[in-house]
């Protein structure tokens, strides 16, 4: 019984098998970057960066996860490698995924994909998204359904009164 109120949790809530990252290690990043800014070379704050930008779209917080967003949209205006963009891509499709907005997600994973056809990470995230997306449409459709009918029964009912 229990594994399956698991599974229908799991399909409910749209479990993903994406990591997630805790507040310490968030934290670390922080002071990583605090460092780096003071001390370290270009490379070096650009390094700090990216780690801090992945835990945070990691994050179980949607507060992290949309600071992660805003930091890796900034910084892909000075992103010349393609290696380099393609992570900020991927990242910017987890944290759009984690924060909902599916769409948005399947359009960096796209631009990720043109770059690297064959990233296992980004077809993963990819094929789950389009999953999520049938799955709330089927669910979209559930509803309206039950919606329908409950609307039609109260029409019969309604004239049955009537009659």
Same mark, same amino acid.
């Given at each position: ?12 809530? *749209?479990? /993903? ?8 290690i968030?934290?670390?990043? =922080?002071? =990583? ?9 270009e490379?070096?704050k650009?390094? !700090? @960066? ?11 917080? &949607? ?9 890796? =949209? %900034? ?5 010349n490698? &393609? ?6 891509? +991927?990242?910017?499709? $987890?944290? +759009?995924?984690?924060?909902? /907005?599916?769409?948005? !997600? ?6 990720c #994909?043109?770059i690297? &056809?064959?990233?296992?990470?980004? #077809? !993963?995230?990819?094929? %789950?998204? =389009?999953?999520? @997306?049938t799955?709330?449409? $089927?669910? *979209? ?6 919606? $329908?009918?409950?609307i039609?029964? *109260?029409? %019969?009912?309604? #004239? @049955?009164?009537?009659?």
């Amino acid at each position: 019984m229990n594994n399956f109120m698991e599974s229908v949790s799991s399909f409910f809530s *749209g479990g /993903d098998q994406l990591p997630w990252c805790s507040r310490e290690i968030i934290a670390g990043c =922080e002071k =990583e970057v605090a460092e780096a800014a003071n001390d370290a070379s270009e490379e070096a704050k650009s390094e !700090s @960066i990216m780690r801090l930008s992945w835990a945070l779209v990691h994050s179980r917080q &949607p507060d992290d996860v949309q600071r992660g967003i805003a930091m890796l =949209e %900034a910084s892909m205006v000075n992103t010349n490698s &393609p290696l380099q963009k393609r992570e900020k891509l +991927y990242l910017l499709g $987890v944290g +759009y995924y984690r924060s909902g /907005d599916f769409s948005k !997600s399947r359009m960096f994973l796209e631009q990720c #994909l043109q770059i690297a &056809p064959d990233w296992r990470q980004a #077809l !993963s995230l990819k094929k %789950a998204i =389009e999953e999520r @997306i049938t799955k709330d449409g $089927v669910i *979209g459709i559930g509803i309206t359904a039950t919606a $329908v009918g409950l609307i039609a029964g *109260g029409i %019969a009912a309604a #004239l @049955i009164r009537k009659n």
